[in-house]
């Protein structure tokens, strides 16, 4: 080990903290509704726009993010989403117009496109095949961790003030980067930018690494629209206070269920721990068919949030293994297509909710967990048997 390079555990601290640090900014905005509006005297079409207006440039730039650190080194990506991500929180806190917060939630995103996806492909870089399981289980339960505590956090500042909640922002990614820049020491990429695309398009001819995307893809998909209209279907019943309670269940219990994940992930083998990912999923919306309560709704929200983190614990370790000598844009790549899942979902299944209602939505996520279990067939054995490194 180099001078001023980290060990690998302080290594992973690093790592974890980072990676939390985007959920957790993406979804600060969710208690500070009213305050927002308040101050700006907004519509509250406007204060909604800001979740949608982070997560598209976060899923769209993730398209390229990750080849670049491929070309230009994982130390240099990150630390140009540190600074972006650092500089958009200043100016979210010291915005005095809605025009200036939408567009400083904007380069939100795409600083933090530049970071979770490369830390992805930082953990496949430097842990071997038999450590991979267990530091992706890492990884999922920090972004866990991030979508549970950002709105925790935020709706605490926001008893004193919100522009806290994103100075709090400003402070952490304002720390981090000279972390990075004086002990992060690993790939130093190998290319011009002029091979951005070849190693894009090497990505995609790999047949793994896309039905890897579909499933991803379809599981952010059908887990969103659930939570979406579950809250929605509660909102004659329930305050929206119990409803938080409820959703947050499952990102609750995903925070420990990942690391174990992650064992499994390592010692069974990755297309298993994903065939058990499924099939909690599977459970769980089976479940949702039969009960139909406020309290009855924790036993499959809990069961989700856990069949969740398993499928996404091993399906992040395949990533980074089917295409190694791309695994920046394999890693940016797979995260843009689960979020673009997620960013989907509410408008595409929007019919079904009103049409058939909440049952329509449980009754197509079936479909889909049945369809991503097919799919896990058709994934080559070689997945299970990747050379040691």
Known sequence: MKKNELSKKHLLILLYFSVFLGPFGGNTVLPLITPLKEFFNADISFIAASIAIYIIPFAFFQLFSGALSDIYGRKRTILFGLFTFSLASLLCASSNS??????????????????????????????????????????????????????????????????????????????????????????????????????????????????????????????????????????????????????????????????????????????????????????????????????????????????????FTSLNTMVVECVPESRGAASSIYNSFRFSGYGLAPVATLPVYLVYGLNGIILLCICLVLTNILISTFLRYRLEDVTKE
Not at 138 to 164: C, E, H, K, M, N
Not at 236 to 252: C, D, N, P
């Open 98 to 311: 809605i025009g200036l917060f939408l567009g400083a939630r904007a380069l939100q995103g795409l600083g933090s496109a530049f970071i979770a996806p490369i830390i992805m492909a930082t953990l496949g870089d430097v842990f071997p095949y038999k450590e991979r399981g267990r530091v992706m289980g890492g990884y999922g339960a920090s972004t866990q961790a991030g979508i549970a505590f950002g709105p925790l956090v935020a709706g605490f500042l926001a008893i004193i003030d919100w522009r806290l909640v994103f100075l709090l922002l400003f402070l952490l990614s304002g720390l981090l980067s000279p972390i990075y820049f004086f002990y992060f020491d690993t790939s130093k990429g190998d290319g011009e930018l002029k091979n951005v695309l070849r190693k894009m398009g090497g990505v995609f001819k790999n047949k793994d690494f896309l039905l890897l995307c579909m499933i991803g893809f379809l599981v952010f998909f059908g887990v969103i629209a659930t939570m979406m209209f579950l809250a929605d279907t509660l909102t004659i019943s329930v305050s929206e206070a119990k409803i938080g309670i409820l959703l947050a269940t499952g990102g609750f219990f995903g925070i420990p269920t990942a690391p174990i994940a992650g064992y499994f992930t390592d010692s069974i083998g990755r297309k298993k721990t994903l065939l058990i990912g499924l099939i909690i999923l599977l459970t769980a919306f089976l479940i949702f068919m039969h009960v139909n309560t406020y309290m009855t709704f924790f036993i499959p929200v809990m069961i989700m949030g856990i069949g969740g983190a398993t499928v």
